[in-house]
């Protein structure tokens, strides 16, 4: 059974997790949480380094099930690079 998609205002996007659902909540974290790895730790290994390629699988195994969950717009965000002061 797929999880309801209960999502905030476009405006609102990601401000506010108690919006989601508990699964989404948790993918949409994970997928945070991999992509701050992705940008603080990875680029510090080897790409040879078996913990990039984890890395890298995990980072898109979360994305699929984003877009599962019906959250892509969401997980669109969070690949984007932020603003750079």
């Given at each position: 059974?797929?999880?309801?998609?209960?999502?905030?205002?476009?405006?609102?996007?990601?401000?506010?997790?108690?919006?989601?659902?508990?699964?989404?909540?948790?993918?949409?974290?994970?997928?945070?949480r991999l992509?701050?790895?992705?940008?603080?730790?990875?680029?510090?290994?080897d790409a040879?380094?078996?913990?990039?390629?984890?890395?890298?699988?995990?980072?898109?195994?979360?994305?699929?099930?984003?877009?599962?969950?019906?959250?892509?717009?969401?997980?669109?965000?969070?690949?984007?690079?932020?603003?750079?002061?």
């Amino acid at each position: 059974m797929r999880a309801a998609c209960v999502k905030a205002p476009k405006a609102h996007l990601m401000n506010n997790l108690s919006s989601y659902t508990p699964l989404q909540q948790h993918a949409l974290t994970r997928f945070g949480r991999l992509k701050m790895v992705q940008r603080d730790v990875l680029p510090q290994l080897d790409a040879s380094d078996f913990r990039v390629k984890l890395t890298l699988k995990a980072l898109y195994a979360t994305y699929r099930d984003l877009q599962e969950l019906g959250l892509e717009e969401e997980a669109r965000l969070l690949r984007e690079p932020g603003p750079t002061s």
